[in-house]
């Protein structure tokens, strides 16, 4: 995900902010269905207008444009989404701390979806654990506004910071997404698959979806389908292409091992 750290400048200051006196773009990274061998969703991530990576437009981002650039990236993420002929779920990261009223935010977003016309139906609305440890309920609010809105919603980095059962048990997301640390070389690491087997087995009772993002080797994605997950992003799939959709890497999967049931 690319997202500015968190501030505790308020979401005043969003609401009375500055204009975004930058531009940028986006890139796409596929998620992928490993049981079907079909793109589930694409993440949109924030690129430089010359393709350089997000911590270029990033760093510029502070209270008092926080609101703004939000907004143009919701905007943005649909309007590429739609040139693009997207025909899965399109994932856009939101800023908490940007969102003053979460019924009058998400105006902009529907009115792209409807002049760009990209179904509503189809767009994630992603949230980093770090985020919501700023004000819980705030993000909770967020969160059953877009799904009474029709969104999906998802954590980010589920595992990457220390609130993220606390949240569970007051929210329940469409999805959640596996920390890229808590996978990494699970296929060696008996505690982390102790850890990631919990969860997936929380997941299930609670019908949230799970999706192990940054997997970047075969070991890793074979023993997680062997867990049962069926949602991967990471570089083993595709690295993000600029203002493109890119070509998707499958890896060999011995017979035997694919959990369609």
């Given at each position: 995900?690319?997202?500015?750290?968190?501030?505790?400048?308020?979401?005043?200051?969003c609401?009375?902010?500055?204009?975004l006196?930058?531009?940028?773009?986006?890139a796409?990274?596929?998620?992928?269905?490993?049981?079907?061998?079909?793109?589930?969703?694409?993440?949109?991530?924030?690129?430089?207008?010359?393709?350089?990576?997000?911590?270029?437009?990033l760093?510029?981002?502070?209270?008092?444009?926080?609101?703004?650039?939000?907004?143009?990236?919701?905007?943005?993420?649909?309007e590429?989404a739609?040139r693009?002929?997207?025909?899965?779920?399109?994932?856009?990261?939101?800023?908490?701390?940007?969102?003053?009223?979460?019924?009058?935010?998400?105006?902009?977003?529907?009115?792209?979806?409807?002049?760009?016309?990209?179904?509503t139906?189809?767009?994630?609305?992603?949230?980093?654990?770090?985020?919501?440890l700023?004000d819980?309920?705030?993000?909770?609010?967020i969160m059953?506004?877009?799904?009474?809105?029709?969104?999906k919603?998802?954590i980010?980095?589920?595992?990457?910071?220390?609130?993220?059962?606390?949240f569970?048990?007051?929210?329940?997301?469409?999805?959640?997404?596996?920390?890229?640390?808590l996978?990494?070389?699970?296929?060696?690491?008996?505690?982390?698959?102790?850890?990631?087997?919990?969860?997936?087995?929380?997941?299930?009772?609670?019908d949230?979806r799970?999706?192990?993002?940054?997997?970047?080797?075969?070991?890793?994605?074979?023993?997680?389908?062997?867990?049962?997950?069926?949602?991967?992003?990471?570089?083993l799939?595709?690295?993000?292409?600029?203002e493109?959709?890119?070509?998707?890497?499958?890896?060999?999967?011995p017979?035997?091992?694919?959990q369609d049931?």
């Open positions: 995900m690319d997202t500015p750290p968190a501030s505790s400048g308020g979401c005043l200051a609401k009375e902010g500055t204009a006196e930058f531009d940028f773009s986006m796409f990274q596929p998620i992928v269905d490993a049981r079907t061998r079909q793109v589930f969703a694409y993440e949109a991530l924030v690129r430089g207008l010359d393709g350089s990576g997000a911590q270029s437009i760093s510029r981002v502070s209270a008092s444009n926080r609101y703004a650039f939000d907004q143009a990236c919701r905007v943005k993420a649909v590429l739609a693009l002929a997207i025909p899965c779920y399109l994932s856009i990261n939101f800023l908490p701390n940007a969102v003053y009223q979460p019924a009058a935010c998400i105006r902009a977003t529907l009115e792209a979806a409807k002049r760009f016309n990209f179904p139906s189809r767009i994630i609305f992603e949230v980093t654990e770090n985020e919501y700023v819980k309920q705030h993000i909770k609010q059953l506004e877009y799904r009474k809105q029709g969104f919603t998802a980010d980095d589920f595992g990457a910071g220390y609130s993220g059962l606390c569970l048990a007051e929210f329940q997301p469409d999805i959640i997404k596996l920390d890229m640390e996978i990494r070389n699970i296929q060696d690491n008996r505690v982390r698959l102790v850890i990631v087997e919990n969860i997936l087995n929380m997941c299930r009772s609670l949230m799970v999706i192990a993002e940054g997997v970047e080797s075969e070991g890793e994605y074979l023993q997680l389908r062997r867990l049962g997950v069926e949602l991967f992003q990471g570089y799939f595709a690295r993000p292409q600029f493109a959709l890119p070509c998707i890497t499958w890896p060999t999967e017979a035997g091992n694919r049931a």
